[in-house]
C-alpha cells in the first residue's frame, strides 16, 4: 500500500466546493492517491470510516463542521487501529479546528498530511465521545437555536446574534460537579467540559485546556443573584465575563442537573440528569500543526487520581 494515500469523508454539503475540488487536484498532482467519499444521511460517516479501514486507508480526512469531524473521530476510535485523522473545516464554527491552528484554507487544511499525527485525547459520556467540547447552559440554547439559515448569511456571528436577541430569556439551572478532590454546587449560567477551548462559534470556556494531557477542563460560570444586571456590568468594563468562572482539571466528573440546564456535544443536544464525563487519553492520532496551542506533551501535567 502506498503511504501516499488518504480518503476523505466530505459532508453533502460540500460536494460542489471549488475550493475544496481545487485542493484535492492539487494533492494528486502532488502525487497523493486521494479518493473521496461524500455524506448523505445519519450513519454514513460511521459506514464510510469502516470502508476506509477495511480497504487499507491509513489517513482519512474529515471534511465539514464541528459535527462530521466528532462522528468520524468517534468511528475511528470505535476501531483499534492506527489509521490517523486530518481535518478539513468546512462548517461554520469550526471550534475544535480553530482551537488547534488547523487552516480554515482547504489546500493548507490538506497540507497536514505531511505532518506526523499526534495522539490526543477524547472525552466521553454515556458511551458517546466527542472531540471537543460538551456545553451546558445559555450559550448551548443559544448554539442549539441557531438557524441553519442564519448561520449561511451571517457565519459565525450568526451565535451572537442570537444570544444578543434572547438575551431577556436568560437564566440560571442547578448543577451539582464532583470529581478527585474536586466538588461544586449552586446556580450556574454555563458549563464547559474541554478537551478543547471554544465552542458555539468561538466562545473561549477552556482558555488553558490541551487536548494530548489525559485531563478535561471544567468551567463553570456561577450564577450571580442580579443575573442580566451583572453579565451586561462585566461585558461594559475592562474586566469581562472571564473573572467570574470556576475552573479545574480533572479525570472524570459527575454532574447532576436540573430540568433547565440544556447540555449538548460538540453541538448535538445531550439527554440524562446525571451524567459522568471522563477523558480517554491518545485515543485517537489526529495530523495537527507542530505548534498547535492543543498540544502541551512537552509541558509537565501533575494528573488527580
Known sequence: MSERKALLILHGKQALNEEVRS???DKRRQGWELA??????????????D?????????IIAGGGDGTVRDI?????????????????????????RAAG???????????????????????VGGQVFLNMATGGFGSQVTANTSEDLKKILGGVAYLFTGLSRF???????????????QWSGELLALGIGNGRQAGGGHVLCPEALADDGLLDISILPAPQDVVGTLK???????????????????????????????????????????????????LRVHLPENSPLLGSSQSINHPD
Open 102 to 124: 488547523v487552516p480554515l484554507e482547504p489546500a493548507q487544511a490538506l497540507e497536514l498530511l505531511d505532518i506526523a499525527p499526534s495522539a490526543i485525547d477524547l472525552g466521553e
Open 168 to 182: 431577556s430569556e436568560l437564566h440560571a439551572a442547578y448543577g451539582e460537579l464532583q470529581g478527585p478532590d474536586f
Open 51 to 59: 470502508e476506509a479501514l477495511a480497504a487499507g486507508y491509513m489517513q
Open 233 to 283: 456590568t462585566l461585558l461594559a468594563d475592562s474586566f469581562g465575563i472571564d473573572n467570574m468562572f470556576v475552573r479545574v482539571r480533572l479525570p472524570w466528573v459527575e454532574i447532576k442537573v436540573s430540568e433547565g440546564l440544556c447540555i449538548n456535544l460538540d453541538g448535538e443536544p445531550l439527554e440524562g440528569d446525571n451524567l459522568r464525563f471522563s477523558a480517554r487519553p491518545a485515543a
Open 23 to 25: 485542493a484535492v487536484a
Open 36 to 49: 473521496v467519499r461524500v455524506t448523505w444521511e445519519a450513519g454514513d460517516a460511521q459506514r464510510l470510516v
Open 73 to 97: 473521530a468517534e468511528a475511528l476510535a470505535a476501531h483499534s487501529t492506527q489509521a490517523s485523522l486530518v481535518l478539513m473545516p468546512l462548517g461554520t464554527a469550526n471550534d475544535f479546528a
